[in-house]
């Protein structure tokens, strides 16, 4: 080969490695490196797949059971079935379980599977924790240094192997976290460099679609995730205009904006949701409680759906409510 192909390809290479390609190449060397662990892995931990199953009282049966039930009842065809389990998932949100079921219906009805959503976590963690680390630093070495520490450190924690080779919520929790945080701050640095309005709104939705998934995933995750981007906007005087809110306290007290508070208060959500919020205050209060409906006993106690129902409705309401006075 002649030197005149030596330097263009030298030069290619250069501008391809300092071009936005660069970014997609860490993307697939990590997602790469990320998927053969949790493959290795899932080897590892089925050597002996009947020992993770020994202790009868444990949440990974109930988890694995919740899955299987709606795996089982989309091949039978029975949508009764499919939505009276899902409608259980109270206590414990129904993402993995949904994502369990997806996995049994592909690869078969087998309890060694049963691991695959917090392999499935356990690699987003890595990826996401190794991006968020390459994205630290505006220096492209740098970057990828941290990246490839954050990926090693990953990888090695002998507790989150643990988690990855068992059938909880957390493995699953740790990779959508990791993923909500990440997308919030590809948004905010997009903000910042002034990308295009639909760039920019495509970036925010896709971190409210991951939050919302964290949420029916595990509803404490998504508290800390959400709380310390609350705690960075506040640190950063980003969401905050403190004089502006400072005004809008001291016109509280004008008549006008009593009767405005008034009227929301007045709104048939928001006096559905406070009903609703005091009978489940009562049952708390009251304890194991049941009613009889056409000749049944029905159980109010704990009451989880009057919960379930009271969120909903306030989030018709916020829903609604932005609909209306969002900027188009």
């Known amino acids: 080969m002649s030197k005149q192909a030596d330097d263009y390809f030298s030069w290619r290479a250069a501008v391809y490695l300092q071009s ?37 009282y444990h949440d990974r049966n109930g988890h694995y059971a919740f899955g299987q039930d709606l795996a089982l009842a989309v091949r039978t065809g029975d949508p009764v079935w499919f939505f009276s389990e899902l409608l259980k998932a109270q206590v414990w949100p129904p993402v993995h379980g949904l994502v369990l079921a997806a996995v049994l219906l592909i690869g078969g009805i087998d309890h060694r ?52 080779s068992d059938v909880m919520l957390e493995s699953l929790g740790a990779g959508l976290s990791a993923a909500a945080l990440w997308a919030y701050g590809r948004a905010m640095a997009s903000r910042e460099t002034a990308d295009d309005a639909a760039q920019l709104a495509s970036r925010w939705r896709l971190f409210a679609i991951i939050l919302t998934a964290l949420f ?12 310390a981007i609350g705690i960075t ?39 559905v949701a406070a009903l609703l919020g005091g009978v489940v205050l009562y049952l708390y209060h009251r304890g194991p409680t049941s009613i009889v409906l056409l000749g049944r006993a029905v159980s109010l106690y704990p009451p ?20 209306r006075n969002r900027q188009i």
């Open 20 to 56: 936005d390609n660069a970014e997609r190449l860490v993307w697939v060397a990590v997602t790469l490196l990320a998927l053969a662990a949790a493959v290795i892995l899932f080897f590892i931990a089925n050597a002996h797949p009947d020992l993770l199953w020994r202790g009868y």
């Open 113 to 164: 599977l049963g691991i695959v959503p917090s392999l499935i976590g356990w690699m987003l963690t890595i990826v996401f924790v190794a991006l968020i680390a390459r994205r630290m630093f505006q220096d492209r070495d740098l970057g990828i240094g941290a990246g490839a520490i954050a990926l090693t450190l990953g990888i090695a924690s002998p507790a989150f192997r643990l988690l990855a």
């Open 304 to 323: 989880e759906t009057f919960v379930t129902v009271t969120y909903a409705v306030l989030y018709v309401r916020f829903a609604l409510s932005w609909l």
């Open 233 to 271: 906007h506040l640190l950063n005087g980003a969401a905050i205009d403190y004089r502006r809110w400072l005004a809008k306290a001291r016109g509280i007290a004008r008549r006008a904006d009593v009767l405005g508070a008034a009227r929301v208060l007045l709104d048939p959500f928001i006096i």
């Open 216 to 227: 029916f995933e595990k509803g404490n995750y998504w508290g800390l995730v959400v709380a």
